[in-house]
């Protein structure tokens, strides 16, 4: 198992923040989207939020590639579409290249 923690920010609107959690609900998730996370080798994923900072937790299988993932993700117009439409609520974070969206986090500490 691999785990990644990711970061992103929100949009600083408390309207925008309540719309990106409310298209994160159980109920709301598009079945495209839930399978296009499994079949990339991600068996578990968590958002946590702290004012308009989102912070994800990836666990997945051995063989995980951000390159794989990121490959299967552009040849599927439903990921597409939902990567467009979360684009209206996110923002980079201040130090993320052109383009970037998550960021993936250094671990510094573990008990």
Known sequence: ???YCLAVDLVDNPELIAEYENWHKKENAWS???KSITDSGIYNMEIYRTGNRLFMIMETED???FERK???????????EWEQL???FQQPLP???KGEKWILMD???QL
Do not use: R
């Open 1 to 3: 198992m691999k785990k």
């Open 32 to 34: 495209e989207i839930m």
């Open 63 to 65: 063989s995980f590639s």
């Open 70 to 80: 990121a490959n299967m993700d552009s040849a599927n117009q439903k990921v597409q």
């Open 86 to 88: 979360m684009w209206k």
């Open 95 to 97: 130090w993320a290249k």
């Open 107 to 109: 671990k510094i500490f």
